[in-house]
């Protein structure tokens, strides 16, 4: 155990350098662009469709012949199409609205995006322009980490949703600007616009001689191996070292902008982990379906999945309210179950500059000596959150698409650190 002495100090720090951190702007805004920015050179990063993803599955299958295998397995083709047409019309449009304010353009879907090109893509983009839905933009994000391209340049990111009827785009400016790229771009060239800062998760994993598994791609509905990115082992302060069982960290190259998953790969299958809240000296036990650490700008995403009640879940609940005896006892006043549900559900939501993580814990066991202590949270905002695995088969899943083993023994770090936000672009 480390003494409370050397704790109170260590969360001093932490303290003061997030009140640095969220004195840089109010709100998670900046009024006014940094100097040094200026509009030159855009990446669009482009949605990887589903007829895209039929055609790698079947390469040896001219266009003819793929359609007809997936006219007879049921597909419905013309939406298929639709929807991948509806997508590259869009694309282009947003090309030719920055070629029109004099911007140099290069394109690169997401398979292209995700190998060992994108680096240097990175270095040469003024800005980073994610084409489709939120899941391009995480992609787009996780690149971007000064971990993963080994450069401390930061290169803005702003998102156009490319299908705003069936894609809610959290992540992507406002839906209006679909059908106006031309006015958003003007006004990105023209710096009239604000920044945004949105937190992002720092993953260490922490063992006796520095080493990272393999990490795996989810992204292409297929698991492929990824190109193995590399970071500087460090020693831990004898501190850490003795609180951890562990003598090194190894920071993973890939930062969380939404959040960090822990559980086992078999839904069904329990997951059994330790968490340590802060760095203090107790060690929570649970069983559950699994760990979700989110960021405020995953707040609305799973965060709000595993968390959010019910109109019926609400109305179950004030059926069991005792009920006042007719003489002399006041009525229960008249409710309205759908407006406590949504405003319970909007209340799960925090800032994305917000330098807090919350942990949810997915369906945890409370029987018997289950959760220990007993009276351990399921969901709580922390500053730093440990994890030791006792599971079998279990993965650490960073914003649904960069995968670790997390198997028993396996230790993580979770923390959040200034250096990391992400800098996005914001349009009213």
Known sequence: MFKSKNLTHQLIREYRAWRKFSSHSKGGMAKYPPPQFKLRRALIITKFSRYEFEQTRYPQLNREQLEK??????TD???????HNLHKDFERNVVQSFLDVGCEVKVANRVEFRSSLSKEIMKWADLIVPVGGDGTFLLA??????????????????????????????LMLPKHYTENTKDAVAKIKSCDFQWMYRTRIRTSILGSNGKIPESTDLYRHTVTKMEQEKTEPEYLSQIWADRYKAKMKRVLPYLALNEVFIGEQLSARVSH????????????KTKCSGLCVSTGTG?????????????QQVEDLVRIFPIPEPDGGKPMPAFDADQIATEYNQSLRFAPDDPRLCYSIREQICVGVWPSPKDFKARCFVNSLFVKSRCIDANLVIDGSISYPFNDGAKALLEVHPEDALLTISLD
Not at 69 to 74: C, M, Q, S, Y
């Open 141 to 170: 994000a996780g690149r971007a980490s000064p971990l993963f391209a080994q450069s401390q340049q930061k290169t803005p990111i702003v998102g156009f949703n490319s299908d705003p009827q069936r894609s809610e785009g959290r």
């Open 69 to 74: 295998k997936l006219r007879d397995r049921g």
């Open 273 to 284: 982990l330790q968490l340590v809240i802060n760095h203090n000296d107790i060690d929570n």
């Open 299 to 311: 707040s609305t995403s799973w965060h709000t999945s595993i968390n959010r009640i019910t109109t």
């Open 77 to 83: 083709y013309e939406m298929l199409m639709f929807l």
